[in-house]
């Protein structure tokens, strides 16, 4: 399909702009002209200009923006709104424009004679193979606004974890970086103003004091270096995280490391827990719900996992099984999963997996905080006091030569 842009005028006088998803330019301008609006100009989108249409200046959607989405969606369609009417509403009351812009696409895609799901499979980046997913499965059963409910839940606890992982990492990250402009700003304006002052003292510098004036000069220097280095290695992280061997050695890292390695683990059985619920409640079969809960693993580890035990259940081999042959999920999972495999009541045995999952994740971010504060504030006090300590311990050998005399 072709992406074409698009101005209309509204019945009402009221301009709009937006980006639609069609076969040809003949269906979208039938598309665009069916609500009565008036067609201004269409023109196909080229790959890059529809790149930066729903991608760069438009920010993707987060997990509250889904949920809000879904839970207006409902409310209206409940109200006995048409999906094309609700579809409208919610496109022009929508902030996030990246979503708003899909959510107009889709409505065309609709008018012109789409489901709702196969409108949505043109925004991948909007929405998840796990949304279309359960959308597809609401048209087929009938039950769209249960399917949007629950897409809703799934959201609201998903952005709930994720915002606690976040707190847990975004701290450190931050303490971090204050402490290098910090130590970058002493070593480029103020060790300089005492380095005559040391040179001066006629004593013989200790090592510590010779090494903080060495890298005082070569910051004064080669700041643009140090800051080209620091920009090169963020780049470097993010390239190597988008890259096979780099998938697998910062998943190994997020396993092994003492601390992050627990939350890790959680963080996954959660995730897996609820993503595989609202798929299996939803009437998804087991092969195809894991297919798609591995896709949402942001640890290769756990995705490779699921796959494989999705390989696994197609040959007949229960669930509680394979992922316990894969030695990742903590002992309860798959416990649990095989209780609820044995009592035909999976989706919710998995349900309240998440469920308790959710809080350990919350406990575990909580222990976290309360052990890397004091270990950064330590950490700062060493970096700064080895600044101070090389300025004043000349100073001190110095007046100790004096009482000597």
Known sequence: MASFSYIVLTPAGKER?????????????????????????????????????????????????????????????????????????????????????????????????????????????????????????????????????????????????????????????????????VVMVLLTFVIPTFESMLTDLGVELPAVTKFVLGASKFMQGYWWLVLLLIAGLVAGIKYARGTEGGQHLFGRLGLKLPVIGKLTVKTASARMSRTLSTLLAAGIPLIDALEITANTMTNVYFRDALLSAKEDVGMGEPLSQTLLRSSLFPSLVHHMIGIGEETGDLDHMLNRLA?????????????VMALIEPMIIVFLALVVGTIVFAVIMPMGSMYSGLDNL
């Open 17 to 181: 702009k937006g980006t639609l998803e069609s076969e040809s330019r003949e269906t979208a301008a039938a598309a665009l002209k069916k609500d009565g609006d008036t067609l201004i100009s269409l023109n196909e989108a080229g790959a890059l200009s529809k790149n930066l249409e729903l991608g760069f200046f438009k920010g993707r959607p987060k997990p509250r923006d889904m949920a809000v989405f879904c839970r207006q969606f409902v409310s209206i369609v409940s109200a006995g709104v048409t999906v094309t009417t609700a579809l409208e509403m919610l496109s022009d009351q929508t902030e996030n424009r990246a979503l708003s812009a899909a959510i107009s696409g889709c409505r065309m895609a609709i008018q012109a004679g789409a489901s709702l799901s196969d409108s949505m499979r043109d925004y991948p980046r909007i929405f998840s193979s796990l949304f279309v997913t359960m959308v597809a499965a609401g048209e087929v059963s009938g039950s769209l606004d249960v399917s949007f409910t629950r897409m809703a839940d799934h959201f609201e606890k998903d952005a709930k974890l994720k915002g606690l992982v976040k707190k847990a990492s975004i701290y450190p990250i931050v303490v971090c970086v204050v402490a290098v402009v």
């Open 355 to 367: 469920d308790y999952y959710d809080e350990e994740v919350e406990l575990s971010t909580q222990q």
